[in-house]
């Protein structure tokens, strides 16, 4: 089985969505992709390059987030993400992400990740 290791890489690919846009997301007033949008693709795509060589009732959670947004996209666009695990720090793993529309990059940063029991992650959070 595949273990979890520097230079593994992801590929995700999806439609702008109308409710994606900072418009709805309630980021900026323009119909345009918004960034809180992007940055989830990005982390959806950081956790599905890991998540199937984690341990049973282990999962990853989001710790920080650096990134650009460097060009604007419409809905309907298509976009590709593309997240490489670049470093493992015990629990921490840090990714390397590109995201590109059909014309080209719009987004590249870094984005950490903390790999968390499921059960006992919920549980430690007060209610
Ligand atoms: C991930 C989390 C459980 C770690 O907490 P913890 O188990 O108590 O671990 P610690 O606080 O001892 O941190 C462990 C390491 O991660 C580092 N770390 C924790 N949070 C960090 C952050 N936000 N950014 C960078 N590093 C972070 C600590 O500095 C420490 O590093 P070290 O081992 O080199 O000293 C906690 O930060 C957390 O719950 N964050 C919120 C995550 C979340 O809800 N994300 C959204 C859902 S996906």
Do not use: Q
Request: glycine share 8%; aromatic share 4%; hydrophobic share 35%.
């Amino acid at each position: 089985m595949e273990e979890l290791k520097i230079g593994l890489i992801k590929k995700c690919k999806r439609e702008v969505k109308r409710e994606e846009l900072a418009d709805k997301v309630g980021s900026g007033v323009l119909k345009v992709y918004s960034t809180p949008s992007m940055i989830a693709f990005m982390e959806y795509t950081s956790e599905e390059c890991v998540n199937p060589l984690l341990e049973e009732g282990e999962t990853t959670v989001g710790i920080a987030v650096d990134i650009k947004h460097i060009k604007a996209t419409l809905v309907a666009k298509k976009v590709e993400c593309i997240s490489e695990l670049i470093e493992i720090d015990g629990k921490k793993l840090k990714f390397k992400l590109t995201v590109s529309d059909e014309d080209g990059k719009i987004g590249i940063g870094n984005h950490t990740r903390f790999i968390v029991n499921s059960k006992e992650f919920m549980k430690k959070i007060k209610k």
